[in-house]
């Protein structure tokens, strides 16, 4: 039954921005909230985690560019991306964790940088 809903993915001219939201349905307690990506032909690679309490955890390729939020009353994770880069295509997943092994993921948005 626990859903999650993304939206904020488009296509965007290099060094723009946009802004993805991940909704989870329901109401239960959450371990951490993350960000994951997979451009065509590569491995799903990690791009942002939070965890209830706020720690952040970053790829080194989009340190200083994206920044993820997260409201734990809304059951919701933001990703901020600024700067967008053409590598930065792919496809965005949203991963919720209400305990350490047991997660949800998201359809998938995906986010396209292109002059």
């Known amino acids: 039954q626990v859903q999650l809903v993304e939206s904020g993915g488009g296509l965007v001219q290099p060094g723009g921005s946009l802004r993805l939201s991940c909704a989870a349905s329901?109401?239960?307690?959450?371990?951490?909230m993350g960000w994951y990506r997979q451009a065509p032909g590569k491995q799903r690679d990690l791009v942002a985690t939070i965890t209830s309490g706020g720690s952040t955890n970053y790829a080194d390729s989009v340190k200083g560019r994206f920044t993820i939020d997260r409201d734990n009353a809304k059951n919701t994770v933001y990703l901020q991306m600024n700067s967008l880069k053409p590598e930065d295509t792919a496809v965005y997943y949203c991963?919720?964790?209400?305990?350490?092994?047991?997660?949800?993921w998201g359809q998938g948005t995906q986010v396209t940088v292109s002059s």
């Open positions: 991963n919720v964790r209400r305990t350490v092994l047991v997660g949800y």
């Open positions: 329901g109401s239960f307690s959450i371990y951490a």
